[in-house]
């Protein structure tokens, strides 16, 4: 099966390998291969003769521009999608996106959402919860000297490989017409696995529990856990943080 993946960061370049060690044609586009969402530049070529479209592209901003960043990407890859006969198109998205309205990000997210269900495409979403990968630059964001100031947030966090491989499975099959939910196994407050990254790490900082500090202070209760029904993957935070 050909499928183009858009976005070749953290998630996109594994979802190009997984797919590709699963027997596909799997490519990766990025600015770096010459496209570009913002003016549909380069995208007529990276879908041509695609049977599946990836998208695991992302906002270069958090603020209010992201919600214009979404709405022209998926506006111009499902117009280049349609136009090549793609039979299936998938999304990345976020677990509890539509809950934290008071987050320009989560709101562009949920705006990606929407353009995808409403399009001409069958589709798939599949929403994961935060990377493990992030804990540590979300920690960099609230630091004061050798204090990191972080809220009591619930939250479920995944490795990027569990991701990556949900998302080219879901690729692989047929378009779900709906969402699938992904987590990690376990819950944590936000402040306390940044005292769990610390200890492992050695790091010398200390957390403070502040609930007003960084973006996820906007999250209220528990929005950012799944409620049943979600595929579990496997790897708790612990073993991954030794893994590295």
């Known amino acids: 099966m050909k499928i183009a993946v858009i976005g070749t960061g953290l998630i996109g370049s594994q979802v190009v390998s997984d797919l590709t060690a699963a027997g596909h044609e799997a490519t990766g586009h990025s600015r770096s291969t010459g496209i570009d969402l913002l003016t549909g530049a380069g995208l007529d ?97 609230t630091t004061e000297g050798d204090v990191v100031r972080l809220p009591a947030t619930p939250i479920q966090p995944i490795s990027s490989a569990e991701v990556a491989a949900a998302v080219a499975g879901v690729a692989a099959g047929t378009p779900l017409q709906g969402t699938r939910e992904i987590a990690g196994p376990e819950v944590f407050t936000l402040d306390e696995l940044g005292r769990i990254t610390l200890e492992a790490t050695g790091d010398k900082r200390h957390v403070v529990t502040d609930a007003s500090a960084g973006l996820f202070a906007l999250v209220k209760g528990d929005a950012l856990v799944p409620r049943d029904g979600a595929s579990l993957a496997s790897t708790r935070y612990r073993d991954w943080l030794r893994s590295r």
Request: charged fraction near 20%; glycine fraction near 6%; avoid cysteine.
């Open 45 to 141: 070529d990276a879908v041509r003769g695609a049977e599946v479209v990836v998208d695991v592209s992302n906002s270069p901003t958090f603020d209010d521009a992201s919600l214009d960043f979404f709405r022209t990407s998926v506006t111009n890859l499902l117009a280049a999608a349609e136009a090549a006969g793609v039979r299936h198109i998938v999304a990345l998205s976020i677990v509890g996106v539509d809950e934290v309205p008071d987050m320009a990000y989560y709101r562009a997210k949920t705006l990606q959402e929407e353009l995808v269900k409403a399009g001409p495409i069958p589709y798939s979403i599949v929403r994961a919860t935060q990377f493990m990968e992030f804990v540590g630059p979300s920690m960099e964001w």
